[in-house]
């Protein structure tokens, strides 16, 4: 420790393992709490701690203090229900935990001399942090050397150009290297980083928008409201219908309503199937950061793509190296070789080195390549300065070789050109005396699976545009060869900058070349403008600010940390080929979520509309809590369970939340007027008028043998023509019809009979089912579920 309290470290060997042990101990590591999943204490709290529970918590208490328990099996349900999410997503949270440690990002360190790749979350103070192309800078610093370092700063200062930083400047967390090398000390970390202090961009976590969320929200909260309106009508109705009877009669009748306006399982049901599905792509390699974005890839109908590393492999190869301007051979050779000897070459030097050995020529300075300026040069001792990047930008308009390029690219061939300086460069600005000396082809292997998942997506009506910093006539090479019709590519240099012509533009062009970072972004914003739900896929730096911007941003494994950082899906084996898999997946999330909250919407109508009717009539509710627990189990909760998590392939169609209102909540008024119909007429059948309804009806228990029978049988048959319409509810949502959903249908229905059948089943629900209650009241069901379908083909037209 020096004399100011500083602590040294040296510059070349960074910390020591005791060091590090030290700092570890007193807690100066990296870590900000992120996460990809809730703790076990939230998961009990957001399964628990609802207003939906706390309502049925209550009514549970309620009906406990007048000794019905059969009255009180809803309870058992809500914790059931309760158990179940908070199981599900815990093993989920372990399986997903799991593959995020795994793929967790990186951060290149100094440590007793040498250079070893660590957990981000494992830096600790006074780290030294040695930076390449790609990588995020993940803690505050001053840098000690660079070497051409430059970092994209938009996500702290809106500012979209690259920033140049020499030895001797601060950096801040937050920001990703763009091109060059450095290194600096770590000097604040974790939450004393810049950007956990303000919350930056980079870091703030900004949720994926998903229809299905938003729109059970909304329908969440309709129902509280329509529960804030009915629960006091409820009491006060009860009240007057059966409040001689004591205060047992007034919760019981007033609990099955309210019980009846609940959803109790479809926040569950939706939470689980958007864990499971994301569970089962973790199987197919693909890491999803937001559970949202399952559905939201379903959504997506337009797809921008990288060409490298999504149509090709991503891994290119030296193919040849053509002189001109009479230049000499072997010196080009020599310098593509002196290039390509560069600690932070990109892919393309690294290409050339592989197939060109180095001449050992001494390097005096480099200018890495830059997306932005498509060029890199290096000077060397007694060799002059070269400089490697795009034809387009490095020749002029009318040079001829440019017609040899664009030949070279037509042919599909990724085309760089080679010049030469006698200027020694500082500053990325491109000498005058620059002369051409080599045209330089390389080549890319197109993925096996590029045609076929592009085919796929064409057949489902999701467009592509290929999104390209390459050559646009190479670009529309690669894409005739993966079956895309390319059109006219457009060189991204000549985009207009107004938006209302970029929009026209880019809605009728499919191939992009020498597109640059912000353009990415703008072209993202300009399909969004046009409506568009946009996913973008891309595995460099260059991707990032577009895959933020874009509705689902998809990320390579092999890509940069910066790229999958803020990205909502991660191909964690690189393969584009995965995305079927997710749009077939968000697909299942949105159809099923839909039928489940149907079957939930439908018994929330049909139990407002009894509340209501009973009030108006001033009669007893027709059911006590335990025959809508019965209904409820066997045709919406269990049923409900499978349908969520079985296959659907149905193709998304907006308009979610409009779509359960137009068929649920005329079902079940449908299922109320029947249930009420049922109720009132086998009443008069059996000798109780509707003014002798209160006076006469007494609370039926388990082996209670001596209640008036003929007031049991009002609730009886509402209770069988519920069940009719319910199942027909089912029955139309269920389909197409498989096997097991036939299977799963026909079991409900025996459970349901043999409640009626069984004496065991009749005496716990308090049943009496005479022959002359049962066939009206499955006539009145059948009318209902005849109703139910003309009413499910209807909203199909609508």
């Known amino acids: 420790m020096t004399a100011t309290g500083e602590v040294h470290v040296d510059h070349l060997t960074g910390l020591t393992a005791a060091q590090v042990a030290e700092r570890v101990a007193r807690g100066q590591v990296n870590e900000v709490g992120e996460r990809t999943s809730r703790s076990i204490g939230e998961i009990v709290r957001a399964n628990v701690l609802t207003r939906f529970n706390a309502i049925l918590g209550a009514l549970f208490v309620l009906v406990m203090t007048t000794g019905s328990w059969a009255d009180g099996l809803f309870g058992i349900v809500l914790v059931v229900n309760s158990a179940i999410g908070i199981v599900q997503e815990y093993l989920a949270k372990r399986k997903l935990d799991r ?20 957990p981000t979350r494992e830096v600790v103070l006074d780290d030294l942090i040695e930076l390449r192309s790609g990588d995020e800078v993940p803690a505050d610093g001053v840098l000690l050397t660079s070497e051409g370092l430059e970092l994209g700063e938009a996500n702290l200062t809106g500012e979209s150009d690259p920033v140049h930083h020499p030895a001797g400047d601060q950096i801040l967390s937050g920001t990703s290297v763009v091109a060059g090398w450095g290194r600096y000390h770590a000097k604040a970390i974790g939450p004393d980083a810049y950007v956990n202090r303000i919350a930056a961009e980079a870091r703030k976590f900004t949720r994926t928008y998903s229809e299905i969320q938003s729109s059970i ?73 937001q559970l949202p974005a399952v559905e939201g890839l379903a959504r997506v109908d337009v797809v921008c793509l990288d060409k490298t590393g999504t149509l090709t492999v991503g891994e290119i190869a030296f193919d040849d190296v ?51 300026r498509k060029w890199s040069a290096a000077c060397f001792e007694e060799h002059e300065t ?40 500082d500053e990325p600005v491109l000498p005058e005396d620059l002369a051409p000396a080599a045209i330089v082809t390389l080549s890319e292997q197109i993925r096996p699976d590029a045609r076929e998942t592009l085919g796929y997506f064409g057949e489902e009506g999701v467009q592509i545009k290929i999104i390209s910093g390459d050559n646009p006539q190479t670009v529309a090479a690669v894409a005739r060869e993966v079956g895309l019709d390319p059109g006219e590519p457009v060189d991204a ?40 739900v946009v996913a973008m896929t891309g595995d460099g730096v260059n991707d990032a600010l577009a895959l933020k911007d874009a509705d689902i941003g998809v990320a390579m494994g092999n890509g940069a940390q910066a790229t999958k950082a803020v990205a909502e899906l991660v191909l964690l084996d690189g ?62 909760g269990i049923p409900a369970f499978f349908l969520a998590l079985g296959p659907n392939k149905r193709r998304y169609q907006p308009g979610f939340l409009g779509r359960i209102l137009r068929f649920a909540v005329p079902a079940g008024f449908v299922a ?16 109780v008028p509707l003014e002798e309804f209160a006076t ?3 609370i039926a228990q388990p082996g209670d043998l001596g209640v008036d029978l003929a007031c049991i049988q009002p609730s009886t048959g509402a209770t069988i023509t519920l069940l009719v319409v319910f199942f027909w509810i089912l029955v139309v949502l269920a389909r197409p019809f498989r096997w097991w959903k036939g299977l799963l249908i026909c079991t409900m229905a025996v459970l349901a009979v043999l409640a009626f059948v069984l004496p065991i089943g009749h005496q716990f629900f308090g049943f009496n089912a005479p022959a002359a209650l049962v066939w009206p009241s499955l006539g009145i069901g059948v009318v209902g579920a005849a109703l139910i379908e003309v009413l499910h083909r209807w909203s199909l037209r609508a």
């Open 99 to 118: 593959l995020a440690l795994l793929n967790a990002p990186t951060t290149r360190v100094v440590r007793d001399g040498e250079t070893v790749v660590i």
């Open 217 to 289: 929200n909304t329908l969440l909260r309709y129902i509280t409201w329509v529960i804030a309106f009915a629960l006091p009508l409820q009491i006060w109705s009860q009240w007057n219908v059966v409040g001689e009877q004591g205060w047992e009669a007034v919760v019981l009748r007033s609990a099955a309503g309210v019980v009846g306006l609940v959803p109790e399982g479809l926040v569950l049901l939706t939470s689980v199937a958007f864990l499971l599905a994301a569970v089962q792509l973790t199987r197919d390699q693909v890491l999803v950061q």
């Open 322 to 372: 053509k002189p001109v301007g009479g230049s000499d051979a072997d010196e080009v050779r020599c310098a593509l070789g002196a290039l390509a000897d560069d600690p932070n070459a990109n892919g393309t030097l690294a290409a050339i080195g592989a197939a060109i050995t180095t001449p050992g020529w001494h390097r005096l300075g480099t200018l890495p390549f830059n997306s932005e």
């Open 386 to 425: 070269w400089v490697l990047g795009a034809p387009e930008v490095l020749l002029g308009d009318d040079d001829p070789l440019r017609d040899d390029v664009a030949e070279l690219a037509r042919r599909g061939r990724r085309v760089m050109l080679l010049c030469r300086s006698a200027e020694v460069l």
């Open 493 to 532: 240099r000549t985009l207009p900058e107004d938006r209302e012509q970029l929009r026209e533009v880019v809605a009728r062009t499919t191939v992009f070349g020498r597109v640059s970072p912000e353009q990415k972004r703008a072209l993202v914003h300009a399909l969004q403008a046009d409506g568009h």
């Open 575 to 636: 393969r584009f080929s995965h995305l079927p898999k997710v749009l077939a997946e968000g697909r299942r999330v949105i159809g099923n979520v839909e039928r489940v909250a149907n079957l939930f919407v439908a018994k929330n109508a049909m139990s407002l509309l009894a509340i209501v009717a009973a009030a108006l009539a001033s009669l007893p509710f027709p059911f006590l809590p335990r025959h809508l627990t019965l209904v409820s189990t066997l045709t919406i």
């Open 672 to 687: 109320g007027l029947a249930v009420f119909a049922s109720y009132v007429l086998a009443g008069q059948r059996f000798g």
């Open 696 to 698: 006469r009806c007494e």
